[in-house]
């Protein structure tokens, strides 16, 4: 079985510009999940998805961040414009079930952020 | 208070003892609890989950659970120099997966 992809792997922009991160759940995986990992830190969940509607999003800073899963397959997040805090790994997650089934989340190798 | 906490480390274990990971939760309603292991500059990886109280045992791996105390805990048997990681405690409050900032443990041949 195929595990999360994600991509990029590694992303270095400037502070104010713009960058976006794309996932790819595990096949048949219904529920979707974007954390940032800030170094030193546990992940924190960013924004939750089932299917392609919207469960959680109440810890995305939406005046800067944005996320979509339109088709209910893969997703995208995006960043615009990045400030310095934004340095982090943002991680994908996918789980079978839905969110509140609460079965074990996998997730993929992220995307390691650094704004200079 | 956090919502999740685990006991501070570095934690230092020889290899073949026994690592004991603990971590405490405040959502009484918590109903699932993970615990993943994550290597530097690697992703979590899923080692263990347990909803009940108890014990629950997969190889070297123990999970305790005690809903009661709110506390939830990871025993390594045999400890090896390839466990040596951080290992992150997870639990869930509604849809929400809240993580602690783990524990970051090493096995010292």
């Known amino acids: 079985e195929a595990g999360v992809a994600q991509s990029p792997r590694y992303k270095i922009i400037e502070k104010r510009q713009s960058v976006a991160f794309w996932c790819n759940p595990i096949s048949g995986h219904a529920t979707l999940y974007w954390y940032q990992q800030i170094l030193g830190q546990g992940p924190k969940l960013l924004i939750q998805f089932q299917n392609n509607g919207v469960v959680d999003d109440s810890q995305l800073p939406k005046d800067r961040f944005s996320a979509e899963r339109l088709k209910g397959v893969d997703s995208t997040l995006k960043i615009q414009p990045a400030k310095l805090e934004d340095s982090a790994v943002y991680l994908c997650?996918?789980?079978?079930?839905?969110?509140?089934?609460?079965?074990?989340?996998?997730f993929g190798d992220g995307t390691r952020l650094s704004i200079l | 208070q956090k919502e999740v906490e685990q006991n501070s480390g570095p934690l230092s274990v020889p290899e073949g003892a026994i690592a004991s990971l603990n971590c405490t939760y405040s959502d009484r309603g918590s109903q699932s609890f993970f615990w993943y292991r994550q290597y530097s500059g690697k992703s979590p990886e899923l080692i263990m989950f347990?909803?009940?109280?108890g014990d629950k045992e997969d190889g070297r791996f123990t999970a305790q659970l005690n809903k009661a105390s709110q506390y939830v805990s990871l025993l390594i048997r045999d400890s090896q120099p390839s466990d040596s990681a951080t290992y992150l405690c997870a639990v869930t409050s509604g849809s929400r997966l809240t993580f602690g900032e783990g524990t970051q443990l090493t096995v010292n041949p």
């Open positions: 997650a996918s789980s079978s079930g839905t969110p509140y089934s609460n079965q074990p989340q996998h």
């Open positions: 347990i909803y009940s109280n």
